[in-house]
């Protein structure tokens, strides 16, 4: 048995994971993951990019967890990121991608999760995020619902976000939805790409 921090839900998604990112990360040269947690994803995933720069973070408190695994696939060290803060310690990135966090952080960190990322996103990057979410105020399944009672009831400002709501911050911060993927476990995959600066000052 893997003595390593480990995660089911992350060894049940990767390979649907996959399956999007293949299809969208052609040519791309490097990606920020953001809350990597145990490392499964980045672990599995950066093994079928091998021209791909992957770059995994998470809280300070967080890496000890993350560290071991990143080390154990040979990936960069990973580093210390908080989403409410401006400075993510790096320039531009063509990808950005996380998994079952939007939900896990406050809303407040959402919206600073919108408005600070754009520095870090190269124009025509892409932004990729799984996880559950509901639709024009209902859940997609019973077990969405429950979920989210779950979540409240162990940190009142987590929770399942509304689709629609998390749209529009992704638009104020200059990004185009390009797809939204059904994924199992009544999850989504989500992906957005970064407007030029050009496509930003067309569309005032």
């Avoid at 040519?27 to 791909?52: D, K, N, R, V, Y």
């Avoid at 790096?90 to 950005?96: E, H, I, N, S």
């Avoid at 797809?179 to 930003?200: G, I, K």
Wanted: proline letters at 7%.
């Amino acid at each position: 048995m893997d003595a390593l921090p480990f995660s089911q839900a992350c060894e049940n998604n990767k390979r649907p994971i996959l399956s999007v990112l293949q299809r969208h990360l052609d040519g791309a040269g490097s990606l920020l993951e953001i809350g990597a947690g145990t490392g499964q994803h980045a672990e599995f995933l950066a093994m079928h990019f091998p021209g791909l720069n992957w770059q995994a973070s998470d809280t300070q408190e967080n890496l000890p967890l993350l560290r071991p695994r990143i080390t154990r696939a040979g990936l960069p060290e990973p580093i210390a990121l908080d989403i409410d803060k401006p400075d993510w310690g790096r320039g531009g990135f063509d990808a950005l991608f996380c998994a079952n966090v939007l939900h896990i952080v406050g809303a407040p960190s959402v919206e600073n999760f919108f408005r600070h990322l754009g520095p870090h996103t190269e124009p025509g990057g892409l932004l990729l995020v799984y996880g559950p979410f509901r639709y024009r105020n209902a859940y997609t399944s019973q077990s969405n619902a429950q979920f989210d009672r779950w979540l409240k009831q162990r940190d009142p400002v987590s929770g399942i976000r509304d689709f629609e709501w998390v749209s529009g911050l992704a638009e104020e911060a200059g990004l185009s939805l390009v797809e939204d993927n059904a994924m199992p476990a009544n999850n989504q995959l989500l992906v957005w790409r970064m407007n030029s600066e050009a496509d930003q000052l067309s569309s005032r």
